[in-house]
């Protein structure tokens, strides 16, 4: 089974404010060999300013994408990418899912129908107290490293992610359909 883990950076939170895309990961594996098979990461212009909250979170500045391309010069590309993909792996796919969804829409293009899996929604046996998990806090259960000072960055992110996935199958604690 070929699944595709990933993530966003964004402007902001809100897509009906026109926040955009800025960077995504989306990093393809063999889930049996646990191979890299794909790596795509894109940083994106979004031609319009990034929130104050989100550059804190992310520290992305609009300096940092200048001469990057915009989400309408590699839509297609990540929409076939993920159109290639028998799983869709975030942590945070309510978040992330719906606003690739939501740019890809924009431009004409028909949002694939992939299935997902989400490690925070799946992951609440990570907190004592059942709460939705920061993948920090993932990571601190699965003993993932994680560096507080590459976090938010989308390909990273995505590494510890797919490596908390992994050990989660392990241990079986995730259960992905087949």
């Known amino acids: 089974m070929i699944i595709t883990c990933l993530d966003t950076e964004t402007t902001g939170l809100s897509q009906e404010d026109g926040d955009k895309i800025i960077e995504i990961a989306l990093l393809s594996y063999d889930l049996g060999a646990r191979k890299l098979t794909d790596r795509y990461v894109q940083r994106f212009n979004p031609n ?11 520290g992305i500045s ?38 690739i969804a939501g740019e890809i829409a924009r431009l004409g293009l028909a949002v694939p129908q992939v299935p997902s899996f989400c490690t925070m929604e799946n992951g609440r046996w990570a907190t004592f107290d059942g709460k939705l998990p920061k993948l920090q806090e993932l990571c601190f259960c699965l003993g ?28 079986g604690v995730f259960k992905l359909g087949d």
């Open 144 to 171: 993932v490293q994680y560096d507080t000072s590459a976090a938010h960055a989308a390909d990273y992110d995505t590494e510890v992610m797919a490596e908390c996935l992994f050990r989660g199958i392990d241990r």
């Open 62 to 99: 609009l300096n940092d994408l200048v001469g990057c391309p915009t989400w309408e010069d590699e839509a297609h590309e990540v929409h076939r990418r993920i159109q290639g993909s028998q799983l869709l792996v975030a942590h945070n796919f309510g978040f992330d899912g719906p606003f």
């Open 48 to 58: 319009r300013a990034i929130s104050a909250e989100a550059q804190a979170v992310h």
